[in-house]
């Protein structure tokens, strides 16, 4: 079954260094997703992006965050000084395209684990 | 925006018992899944059931989607089980995102 796959599973930085998030969506699919989950709470929607830009992003999505698909199966989460709040679960998120966007299926990756020092 | 909760927020439970975990949602919804995260914080796909029933082994789920809400049952359940249940719904009209619930923190005991 064709799954979204994620990397690292776990990464350690120390505050104020970059951090890049690796995600290869399902191949045929061409709408994706990042979410973040802070420890113990709620997984909170973080940005879409759709034929190369952002579809929609949160207010939690500010410019210490970029997203990137550089080539044609990565889609990448960059964090550009990482803060301590940044520390977190991060799931990455794809569906086949736009007309799924409304009632399609949401497959997830597994989730990196971002920890900053 | 559309409003999940889940119920109950913590569920401990002996191995070989069944469950039913909650979700009531505000609004009329496009899409509603069902995920288990596993102790190890992995997002699992259970459930894609904006309406209906599924069956999946020893799960279930049900969403009555005009009474806004949906039921996971856990049968049989076993240690591995343990975990949180997260539902998350997509709103109707113009949302695009998911918008999860709180969870439900399952332990099954041995």
């Known amino acids: 079954e064709p799954e979204v796959t994620q990397t690292p599973s776990h990464q350690v930085t120390q505050m104020g260094q970059e951090v890049i998030l690796r995600c290869v969506p399902i191949?045929?699919?061409?709408?994706f997703y990042w979410y973040r989950q802070i420890l113990g709470q709620k997984v909170e929607f973080l940005v879409s992006?759709?034929?190369?830009?952002?579809?929609?992003k949160s207010e939690i999505f500010d410019d210490q965050f970029s997203v990137e698909r550089p080539d044609g199966s990565n889609f990448t989460l960059k964090i550009r000084s990482t803060k301590l709040e940044d520390s977190a679960m991060y799931f990455c998120?794809?569906?086949?395209?736009?007309?799924?966007?409304?009632?399609?299926?949401?497959?997830f990756g597994e989730g990196s684990r971002l920890t900053v020092l | 925006g559309i409003q999940v909760e889940q119920s109950p927020p913590d569920l401990i439970l002996q191995e070989g018992a069944n469950s039913t975990l909650r979700c009531n949602f505000s609004?009329?919804?496009?899409?509603l899944q069902w995920f288990h995260q596993n102790p190890w914080g992995q997002l699992i796909n259970l459930f894609y059931?904006?309406?209906g029933t599924k069956q999946n082994g020893r799960l279930s789920a049900t969403t009555v989607a005009t009474e806004r809400y949906s039921l996971l049952y856990i049968s049989s359940s076993q240690t591995t089980d343990s975990g949180v249940y997260f539902c998350a719904v997509l709103r109707s009209g113009s949302a695009r995102q998911l918008t999860f619930g709180s969870g439900t923190q399952l332990t099954v005991l041995p």
């Open positions: 998120a794809s569906i086949p395209g736009l007309a799924h966007a409304n009632t399609g299926e949401l497959f």
């Open positions: 609004d009329s919804v496009n899409n």
């Open positions: 191949s045929n699919h061409l709408y």
């Open positions: 059931i904006p309406s």
């Open positions: 992006f759709y034929n190369n830009e952002i579809s929609e």
